[in-house]
Nanobody
Framework: VQLVESGGGLVQAGGSLRLSCAVS?????????MGWFRQGPGKETEFVGN????????YYADSVKDRFTISRDNAKSTVYLQMNNLKPGDTAVYYC???????????????????WGQGTQVTVSS
């Protein structure tokens, strides 16, 4: 299973970015929960949010709620992270992850995810 993130970059505070995560190497993408995590400079990896298998339910960390939106296109085996009103504190490497063991929004821990992407850098300038 391979996950490839894209869409990171440098943006000013208040701006927006849309990250994509393309999944390959699985016979069926849709049954899996998908999650986004991030690791800021000098910080531990933290949960950002996740989306259930069908895409009709999402769950977010308080720090990004109402600013970030996760969606998925199962036909394209791709999950997205739309980030609005970005803040310098959002600067981090963003990772997508998936797990064949969950279909809902319950997995919020790193250890619950089986497969990870390589990460994409997001830098928010003040």
């Amino acid at each position: 299973v391979q996950l490839v993130e894209s869409g990171g970059g440098l943006v000013q505070a208040g701006g927006s970015l849309r990250l994509s995560c393309a999944v390959s190497g699985v016979s069926a993408f849709s049954p899996y929960s998908m999650g986004w995590f991030r690791q800021g400079p000098g910080k531990e990896t933290e949960f950002v949010g996740n989306i259930n298998w069908s895409g009709d339910s999402t769950y977010y960390a308080d720090s990004v709620k109402d600013r970030f939106t996760i969606s998925r296109d199962n036909a394209k085996s791709t999950v997205y992270l739309q980030m609005n009103n970005l803040k310098p504190g959002d600067t981090a490497v963003y990772y997508c992850a998936t797990t064949p063991y969950f279909r809902d929004n319950s997995p919020t821990l790193r250890t619950q995810y089986e497969y990870w992407g390589q990460g994409t850098q997001v830098t928010v300038s003040s």
